[in-house]
């Protein structure tokens, strides 16, 4: 499978004096620049994004199947497990 080769992009944004020394030292802690930190956070959220919205279109899927759930059926399953955590 062919793959593009990487290409680099820069992105200015502004923080808040807080959240820059958090970067900083975070990224220090790492042997990292501030933009490879930033990167990296970037890329993390973007996946975590990704991964949300797929969870949401299973369920989207599932409802277009009509494979739903009765609430009263679901309010029952999630009362007995609080039962069941109460005991344990």
Do not use: C, W, Y
């Amino acid at each position: 499978m062919n793959h593009p080769a990487p290409f680099s992009r820069s992105v200015t944004i502004d923080l808040d004096d807080e959240t820059a020394a958090r970067v900083a030292k975070a990224a220090a802690a790492q042997g990292i620049t501030g933009a490879a930190f930033a990167a990296e956070a970037i890329r993390r959220v973007i996946e975590s994004e990704d991964d949300l919205l797929a969870f949401i279109q299973v369920g989207i899927d599932a409802a277009d199947r009509g494979a739903l759930t009765p609430q009263a059926t679901v309010f029952e399953n999630l009362r007995r497990r609080r039962q069941q955590r109460a005991v344990a």
